[in-house]
């Protein structure tokens, strides 16, 4: 069974950061929180999926997003980062500041869940129609 994708989640909120561990530790993904964005670069190693919130204290998702990257350019394998807000506005605007997407309806947890779920199975196809992948033997 191929091991289960990791998934990073930086926010400011103790209380949000427990409640999507936990809704998506039921999905059987692996789940690591912070609320702490000085040193949460290091958490990107075998990351595949990276949450982050926008209003973070002191600074934005955008500055945060751009400190990420740059921590992890020279990484062989580079985690989606992913926008987690309510505010339309700034789910509009993420296209712009450099995140591969944004997940609406902070707050809901069955949303994310499922938001997640379909972002993780692109990342998976788009993978392999790059050919990063090998195919599966004895498939079409």
Same mark, same amino acid.
């Given at each position: ?21 936990? /809704?998506?530790?039921?999905?059987? =993904?692996?789940?690591?929180? $912070?609320?702490?964005?000085v040193g949460a670069a290091?958490?990107?190693? *075998? ?23 740059a921590a992890c350019e020279?990484?062989?394998? /580079?985690?989606?980062?992913?926008? =987690?807000?309510?505010?339309? $506005? ?10 591969? *997407? ?30 990063? /992948? ?6 079409p």
């Amino acid at each position: 069974m191929a091991e289960q994708p990791l998934i990073v989640v930086i926010d400011d909120s103790e209380i949000i950061l427990e409640r999507i561990k936990t /809704r998506l530790e039921a999905e059987q =993904y692996r789940v690591v929180t $912070t609320a702490q964005i000085v040193g949460a670069a290091r958490l990107l190693r *075998g990351a595949n999926l990276v949450i982050l919130d926008w209003h973070m204290p002191g600074m934005t998702g955008g500055d945060v997003l751009a400190s990420l990257r740059a921590a992890c350019e020279k990484s062989q394998k /580079r985690p989606l980062f992913y926008l =987690y807000t309510s505010d339309p $506005t700034v789910a509009a605007a993420a296209k712009n500041t450099g995140f591969d *997407g944004s997940f609406i309806n902070k707050g809901d947890d069955d949303s994310l869940a499922q938001q997640v779920g379909a972002a993780i199975r692109i990342a998976k196809l788009k993978a392999r129609g790059s050919g990063t /992948r090998p195919p599966r033997s004895g498939r079409p």
